[in-house]
C-alpha cells in the first residue's frame, strides 16, 4: 500500500535491531498494536514497512541497496531506540537511521517542520525502550544535531531496565507511564506529523506568523529577503557551499545602513519551502526577495540569481555566473553591487570598502570555514568539535584573520552561553579569540558580539553597551547585536531604552521565537507582569521543548493568579531536563509555589546554590523562590548575589509583587537604596 502523499513509498518506517525482537517479539507486539491503535486515529488505511527479517549486522557491501532507499523514502521514520541500537556497527543505526536523517534533510519537506498549530516537529519520532548510557545518549544527539525527546516504553524499578509490557502497572514504573497510553501518544503525533506534510504538500498550509504582525504600510521601501540557494549539485554534500553563499550575501547586504534585509536564521526557515515569492515576502514583511541556485562540481560553479519585485513578481535584475570557485568572491560581490545599483542605494566609503573586502582569500580556507560554519549550526559539542578543527585548518592556509579568529571565539562562547559542555577556560578561549582578531581588524563585527556577549556574562553591562552599540555602527541589521543590546539595557533596569532596538530585531529576525520572546521580556522588565504573558505564551507555542524557554515561561505565569499552567510546565520541565540546572530549579520552585516549604528547601544542595550563583539570571529567581516560602535573610543573599552578578534592573525591585513579601526587612530597603543609586548611573 502507497503511502498518502505520492512520491513517497510509506508513511511509516519502524527502524529496530532484530536482537531486541528476539526475546519475547517486543517490537512486532509494537508495531501490530501501533496498527490498531492508527486504525482508530486515522479515516485512511496507513502504510507501515517493518522488516522482521531475523538478520542483524551491516551488508558485507556496508552500502544501502536500492530497495532499501526506496523504503526509507517514507514521511515518518520510528527508530525503537534500545541499549544496543546506537551502534555503529549496526545495520539499522548505519542504514537505516543515519541515512533517513539524510534523506529527510535534502527532500522536499525537510526533516523538520511546523506543524499545523504552528509547533515544530521531526519526522523522525523515537520509541525509546531502556534507559540509555551517556555515550549512546550522545551518539544520538550528535546525529540528530537536537535533544533527543523519546515517547517513553521503558519500564524501570530499582535494577531494572527493560521495555514497557502492556501488562505493566502504572503506579509500579517509575516513569508512570502506561503502554497504552504511549501507544496513543504514538499515533496521535504520527497524524499530527502526516496531517501537516499532506497540507503543505498542498500548499493549504504556511508558516505561523508571530502575533506581532507588522502592516503592509509599515513595509519599508527598501526592504529584501535573501533566500536559501538552492543546491542544484548531484551531491547533497555540497550543500554547505550554497548555504554559505546565502550567507555571504546576507552579512554584504546587512552591513548597508539604508536597508532593511532578513537575518539569515529567519529565512533558513524557507529552505525547501514551496511558498510563494508574494507569500514569503509578506510573511517577513519586506518589497523585495533574491531567489538563486548554485552547480558545483569539481571547482566549476554555476550560479544564478534574480531580485524579484514581492509585489508583482517583476523581476528587476537577474544574471547567471559560469566560473570557477576562485571566482566565487568577486561573484558574491557582483550579486550585492547589482542589489545596491538596483535599489538605487547611496554606499558611504565604509560600505564601499565592505563590500569590495574578501576577508578570506584563499578558495581551500574559504570551503574549510563554509563546512565550519555548517557544523555551528547543529549546536552540538559534537559538530562544533568538528567546526573548531576546520577553522584551524582554514586558519594553517590564511594566517592571521580576523573572520576565522571571531569564528572561533563564538564557537567557545556556544559552548558556555548554551550550556553544551562545562568547561570553565571556554570563556577564556573566547576572550583569547576575540582580541586576536580585533588585533587583525578592529572593524570586525562578529569578534565585538564575541566581546559584548563576555561583558554580560561578567556583569558588567555598561561596558557591553558600549560594545554592542558599536556593532551597530558597523552592521546595523545585525540581529545578535540587537538582541543583546537589548537584553543588557534590560539587566540594567533600562527596557524603555531597549524597545526601539526589539521592535528593529522583530523585523530583521522576525521568524526567530527570541524576537518575539525579547517583546516579553521587555514588557516584565518594565513591570508589567500580566501584560507580558500572552508573549510568553506565544514563545512556548513557537519553542515547546525548549528547556531554557519552559524555564522562563513558567517563572512568569507563576505572576498569573491561576498557578496551574505554570506548574504544568515546571513539571515537564522536569520531567524532560532532571540532569540540566532549569530542571533542577524548577524541583525547587514548583515545591515553593505549591507552598512546601521543606520539600523547596531540600531540592537546593551546595551542589544546586554553586551552580546558580554564577548565572546572570538565576539568582533572582532563587530570591523569589525564597521569598515564597518566607526565607527572607535567605531571598536577601540571593538579591544581593544577583546585583554583585551584574543586575542592576530596580524597576523590577521595587514591583515585583513576590519580591514586596520582603518588604520590613532593613536589608531590604537599603538594597533597594543602592540599587536605584546604580540605576541612576546607568548611561543609556
Partial sequence: MPSLIPGFEYDIFISYRHKDN??????????????KELEATFKEDISIYFDENPHDGLLETHDVGKSLIGKLKSLILIPIISQTYCDPTCFAWTQEFVVFNSLAKQDEFGRDL??????????????????????????????????????????????????????????????????????????????????????????????????????????????????PFI??????????????????????????????????????????????????????????????????????????????????????????????????????????????????????????????????????????????????????????EKAIKLIHDSLSLTGNNAILYAALGTIYVYFNHFAIRNDPDDLTRAKHFARKSLEVDGNCAQAHIVNGILEYKMGNHQQAVKTLKKVLTLDPNNPDGLLWLSINYM???????????????????????????????????????????????????LDPFGPFTRWCCAIIFSYNQDLTESLDVLGSLIKDYPEIIYGKHALFYRSALAGDKPAALGFVTDEVKQEIASNNIMPMQMATAYALIDEKEEAIWWLKKAIQNGYSNYVIVDKDPILQRLDGHKDFRLLKENLKEIWDRFEV
Wanted: charged residues 30%; glycine residues 4%; neutral net charge.
Fill in 231 to 384: 543546491n542544484m549539485s548531484n551531491e547533497p554534500g555540497q550543500e554547505y557551499f550554497s548555504d554559505g553563499l546565502t550567507e555571504e550575501i546576507i552579512t554584504d547586504l546587512s552591513a548597508l545602513r539604508d536597508v532593511l534585509v532578513i537575518s539569515r536564521s529567519s529565512m533558513m526557515t524557507f529552505k525547501r519551502s514551496r511558498k510563494k515569492i508574494q507569500e514569503i515576502a509578506r510573511e517577513v514583511h519586506v518589497k523585495y526577495v533574491l531567489e538563486g541556485s548554485v552547480r558545483k562540481w569539481g571547482q566549476n560553479l554555476r550560479i544564478t540569481a534574480r531580485l524579484i519585485v514581492a509585489e508583482n513578481d517583476f523581476q528587476l535584475w537577474g544574471q547567471k555566473f559560469d566560473c570557477t570557485v576562485k571566482d566565487v568572491f568577486n561573484i558574491q560581490e557582483s550579486v550585492s553591487r547589482s542589489i545596491v545599483e538596483a535599489l538605487k542605494l547611496k554606499l558611504t566609503q565604509r560600505e564601499e570598502n565592505f563590500l569590495a573586502a574578501h576577508p578570506i582569500q584563499d578558495v581551500e580556507a574559504y570551503e574549510s570555514y563554509m563546512k565550519a560554519r555548517a557544523e555551528m549550526t547543529k549546536w552540538s559539542e559534537n559538530g562544533l
Fill in 22 to 35: 528476539k526475546y519475547d517479539g517486543w517490537v512486532s507486539e509494537f508495531v501490530a498494536n501501533l496498527r
Fill in 114 to 227: 511546523k506543524l499545523i498549530g504552528g509547533n515544530v516537529a521531526s519526522r523522525i519520532l523515537p520509541i525509546k525502550i531502556h534507559n540509555l548510557d551517556s555515550d549512546d545518549k550522545k551518539l544520538i544527539e550528535d546525529e540528530l544535531g537536537n535533544v533527543l525527546r523519546p515517547v517513553e516504553f521503558t519500564y524501570r524499578t530499582a535494577g531494572v531496565n527493560r521495555p514497557l509490557l502492556v501488562t505493566d502497572k502504572k503506579e509500579e514504573n517509575l516513569n508512570h507511564c502506561l503502554y497504552r497510553d504511549q501507544i496513543n501518544k504514538v499515533a496521535n503525533a504520527t497524524k499530527e506529523i502526516i496531517s501537516s506534510l499532506k497540507k503543505r504538500s498542498s500548499g493549504e498550509l504556511t508558516s505561523r506568523e508571530n502575533d506581532v504582525r507588522i502592516s503592509n504600510d509599515d513595509i519599508p521601501e527598501k526592504s529584501i529577503a535573501v533566500l
Fill in 491 to 541: 539587566m540594567a533596569g533600562r527596557a524603555d531604552v531597549a524597545k526601539p532596538f526589539s521592535q528593529k530585531l522583530l523585523k530583521v529576525d522576525p521568524l526567530n521565537p527570541l524576537s518575539l520572546a525579547l517583546v516579553g521580556w521587555l514588557e516584565f522588565n518594565s513591570g508589567n507582569f500580566i501584560e507580558c504573558i500572552p508573549y510568553y505564551r506565544k514563545w512556548l507555542e
